[in-house]
């Protein structure tokens, strides 16, 4: 089985946000089930110079853009046993950010047309194309329709994989005929128009013979119109080939027993360790230390999506009348920002604010806290809650996405469940939930349980790899 990944980032040489840890740890995973996966993505400037010297130069030529032509480069570099693949134009991605610019519509199609023009370069004939978001939506479109009379692409197979719905690369549709090079009956029939603009996720979605996200209930939520973006009709009509497939995490990567961030190490019969790094953490962000006060935490982007307005709503009653410590990660709407460091100003000492991102900074955290809260809006799949539960702190999260597939409500009864949930997007219901999880917490053996269950619970890569790969296989054979 050959695969080539196609993605806008990918770990160790891009982040800024879930997509690259994905499209850096499931290849990998993949590897071990004996799928010839490769990635493909554009060659930023901001890669590392230790990793742009070790790549071998393979192809130059030029790329046709609609009306004009383009240089196009080709670099590779084998990475933990994956191959990959770097697209080269430096006008376009050596930049200093990879998003947000005016000629992103460019940028990506070039990128996506590239990948498919590029593989005769690569002498890498896939059986199946999987390419992930709006940035390479396009490949499953310039596949249809530029390469049909070639018969070494006829058979290549597509799966598309949404990772958040609410990015779609909506561009003016005038880049229809500057951009694109498309003839306008694409954009007439609607498969690439959306509300008089042109959508690159619509297509992406419209052409591929698969679709995935990244959880089984976001896959059944974006059918809905709270959710769908005003895509849920297509979605719908894709019912029959839309898949969810939660996304895992790199145990090599995310391992309390060998983290070098921690200030101690440990695994789950090793639990005072933990306290130890508790103690070490309330002692570097200025916290007074105690072994059982109960510490919240929150890492993630401040954005409404994430449920901050939960959090804003009743995190002030929640500190005076509980014993708690409460510590924010994150970046992200000044309005967020300004109010968890109101909050922190309002309750000194049993508040740390930390408005920006440091990675060594959230590991601690993840293995310094007792609680996890992640009230969110909605959540395709989520990493914070997996990340947290693999180091033994609890989450608390609304049941929706992959939240719900990930976090089990703790019976104290069965002594069953990972996590304590909550259904409605409430406030309360918020505040109920993280006093259930307190008031376990103040049962020493009955936390013990709930950390032992969370901590067994296997988020790794493996069952997820397994899942695609039989995808793939119904694919490769449609």
Same mark, same amino acid.
């Given at each position: 089985?050959?695969?080539?990944?196609?993605?806008?980032?990918?770990?160790?040489?891009?982040?800024?946000?879930?997509?690259?840890?994905?499209?850096?740890?499931?290849?990998?995973?993949?590897?071990?089930?004996?799928?010839?996966?490769?990635?493909?993505?554009?060659?930023?400037?901001?890669?590392?110079?230790?990793?742009?010297?070790?790549?071998?130069?393979?192809?130059?030529?030029?790329?046709?853009?609609?009306?004009?032509?383009?240089?196009?480069?080709?670099?590779?570099?084998?990475?933990?046993?994956?191959?990959?693949?770097?697209?080269?134009?430096?006008?376009?991605?050596?930049?200093?950010?990879?998003?947000?610019?005016?000629?992103?519509?460019?940028?990506?199609?070039?990128?996506?047309?590239?990948?498919?023009?590029?593989?005769?370069?690569?002498?890498?004939?896939?059986?199946?194309?999987?390419?992930?978001?709006?940035?390479? %939506? !396009?490949?499953?479109?310039?596949?249809?329709?530029?390469?049909?009379?070639?018969? =070494?692409?006829?058979?290549? $197979?597509? +799966?598309?994989?949404?990772?958040?719905?609410?990015?779609?690369?909506?561009?003016?549709?005038?880049?229809?005929?500057?951009?694109?090079?498309?003839?306008?009956?694409?954009?007439?029939?609607?498969?690439?128009?959306?509300?008089?603009?042109?959508?690159?996720?619509?297509?992406?979605?419209?052409?591929?013979?698969?679709?995935?996200?990244?959880?089984?209930?976001?896959?059944?939520?974006?059918?809905?119109?709270?959710?769908?973006?005003?895509?849920?009709?297509?979605?719908?009509?894709?019912?029959?080939?839309?898949?969810?497939?939660?996304?895992?995490?790199?145990?090599?990567?995310?391992?309390?027993?060998?983290?070098?961030?921690?200030?101690?190490?440990?695994?789950?019969?090793?639990?005072?360790?933990?306290?130890?790094?508790?103690?070490?953490?309330?002692?570097?962000? %200025? !916290?007074?230390?105690?072994?059982?006060?109960?510490?919240?935490?929150?890492?993630? =982007?401040?954005?409404?999506? $994430?449920? +901050?307005?939960?959090?804003?709503?009743?995190?002030?009653?929640?500190?005076?009348?509980?014993?708690?410590?409460?510590?924010?990660?994150?970046?992200?709407?000044?309005?967020?920002?300004?109010?968890?460091?109101?909050?922190?100003?309002?309750?000194?000492?049993?508040?740390?604010?930390?408005?920006?991102?440091?990675?060594?900074?959230?590991?601690?955290?993840?293995?310094?806290?007792?609680?996890?809260?992640?009230?969110?809006?909605?959540?395709?799949?989520?990493?914070?809650?997996?990340?947290?539960?693999?180091?033994?702190?609890?989450?608390?999260?609304?049941?929706?996405?992959?939240?719900?597939?990930?976090?089990?409500?703790?019976?104290?009864?069965?002594?069953?469940?990972?996590?304590?949930?909550?259904?409605?997007?409430?406030?309360?219901?918020?505040?109920?939930?993280?006093?259930?999880?307190?008031?376990?917490?103040?049962?020493?053996?009955?936390?013990?349980?709930?950390?032992?269950?969370?901590?067994?619970?296997?988020?790794?890569?493996?069952?997820?790899?397994?899942?695609?790969?039989?995808?793939?296989?119904?694919?490769?054979?449609?």
């Amino acid at each position: 089985m050959k695969v080539l990944y196609v993605a806008s980032e990918a770990v160790p040489f891009v982040k800024t946000g879930g997509l690259a840890d994905v499209a850096g740890s499931l290849p990998k995973a993949l590897l071990k089930e004996d799928v010839d996966i490769r990635v493909i993505m554009p060659k930023y400037g901001a890669i590392a110079k230790e990793f742009v010297d070790q790549m071998e130069h393979v192809y130059d030529g030029e790329l046709e853009v609609a009306w004009r032509s383009k240089y196009v480069g080709l670099d590779k570099l084998v990475y933990n046993n994956v191959t990959y693949y770097f697209v080269d134009n430096q006008e376009y991605y050596n930049r200093e950010g990879f998003y947000g610019y005016d000629d992103d519509a460019e940028r990506f199609s070039f990128f996506s047309r590239a990948v498919l023009n590029l593989l005769p370069a690569m002498d890498f004939w896939p059986d199946v194309i999987h390419s992930n978001d709006w940035h390479a %939506g !396009l490949v499953n479109v310039f596949l249809k329709l530029e390469h049909m009379d070639d018969e =070494r692409y006829q058979k290549i $197979k597509t +799966l598309y994989t949404i990772h958040n719905l609410k990015y779609q690369g909506v561009f003016p549709k005038n880049v229809m005929e500057d951009v694109l090079g498309l003839d306008w009956k694409y954009f007439n029939n609607g498969d690439l128009e959306f509300y008089d603009a042109v959508n690159f996720m619509k297509g992406g979605i419209i052409y591929a013979d698969y679709v995935s996200t990244v959880s089984k209930t976001y896959a059944q939520e974006i059918q809905y119109e709270y959710f769908g973006e005003h895509l849920d009709g297509l979605l719908r009509s894709r019912r029959d080939d839309l898949f969810g497939i939660v996304n895992g995490i790199d145990y090599d990567v995310y391992n309390p027993m060998t983290d070098k961030n921690l200030f101690e190490t440990y695994d789950v019969d090793s639990q005072d360790r933990k306290m130890d790094n508790k103690v070490a953490l309330q002692k570097m962000l %200025g !916290l007074p230390e105690g072994r059982r006060t109960p510490v919240v935490a929150l890492v993630s =982007r401040l954005v409404a999506a $994430k449920g +901050l307005d939960l959090i804003v709503r009743m995190m002030d009653e929640i500190l005076m009348h509980e014993d708690i410590q409460f510590i924010v990660l994150g970046t992200g709407d000044k309005e967020y920002e300004d109010w968890f460091k109101g909050l922190a100003w309002r309750f000194p000492h049993k508040v740390s604010g930390n408005i920006k991102f440091s990675n060594e900074l959230a590991q601690r955290i993840y293995a310094g806290a007792d609680i996890f809260l992640m009230p969110s809006n909605y959540e395709p799949c989520g990493i914070g809650q997996i990340v947290a539960m693999r180091y033994g702190t609890i989450p608390v999260v609304r049941e929706t996405g992959g939240l719900k597939d990930t976090v089990q409500q703790y019976d104290k009864y069965t002594q069953t469940g990972n996590g304590f949930v909550f259904s409605d997007y409430n406030a309360h219901e918020m505040m109920y939930a993280l006093k259930r999880a307190l008031s376990s917490y103040e049962n020493y053996e009955e936390w013990n349980h709930i950390v032992h269950n969370a901590m067994a619970t296997d988020f790794s890569w493996d069952n997820s790899a397994k899942e695609y790969k039989k995808l793939y296989e119904q694919l490769a054979n449609k």
